[in-house]
């Protein structure tokens, strides 16, 4: 009886003490993501409703929705919009296609060249894109290295050059970032392709097309659409490189932002009604495709 009794109080014993160490531990975890929250706070939390309280007033201070009105009746901005969308779209499929292309090549290498490949496609990711900028300029600028050689080789006049200061142009400068983000993302894809089922419907009968239509592009689109959302992302938002390449000569949100946040063109509320609807137009597209990755994914399964 002495024993039961005991062991009785022994047990709540041993249970309150096993709260108090998960309370403890809880305490700890709670206090190493504080400077983490602390961190998003400040620089991600405040300055966005900041902002978008600001958007909702005029200069003099006044309530106002004129700066949202602004953007979607103003030639100017509905162009920026336009370009952007365009231009972020080329970008990403450029840089979506190219690096999946470059991911399905380095998977078939051996795995001592497969690492060194994807090592050296992550140095882009670290470059500047000011010195990106400036470095094309000298290959590729009306005067740059490559179109004087291809000019003198082909006897051309000054007149004939690559324009990398049109869409064209930009496009590939970006390109120089985006593939190698794309092939590191679906060289992983790769790398989780079940070999098995490309070798059963080879051995169904179905031709090296058929194989990619109906068994490989339905597992990659997945993951494709997910590396297509973060570059499509970063497009929306591109700023330095194309500011150092063409200034304010190209229409696009960031710079009409940039304009507005520290030009003469000075209107702080409207570059926050500008900057909101960036965001949320970057935010619909990412849900598009991150529905489309996922109900294709379940598809796939």
Sequence with gaps: ????????????????????????????????????????????????VNMGIRSLFDQDGAFTIQNYVNVFTKPQFRTAIRNSLLFASAASLVGGIGGTFVAALAVRLPPRWRNFLLSLYALPMTLSGLVVAFAFIVLLGRNGVLNLIVRRIFALPPT????????????????FFQIPLMTLSMAAVFENLDPSLIEAARNLGARPWQVWRYVVIPVLLPGFLAGMSIQFAGMMGAFGTVLALVGMAKNLLSLQIYSHASESTYNLPQAGALSIVLIAITATALALLSWGARRLARRAA
């Design 1 to 48: 009886m002495p024993d039961t009794t005991v062991t009785a109080v022994r047990k709540p014993v041993a249970r309150w003490w096993e709260v108090r160490q998960l309370t403890a531990l809880l305490r700890a975890e709670v206090l190493l993501l504080l400077p983490f929250v602390v961190f998003l706070g400040l620089f991600e939390v405040y300055p966005l």
């Design 160 to 175: 004939v050059y690559f324009n990398l200061y049109d869409w064209p142009g930009i496009v590939m400068v970006y390109a």
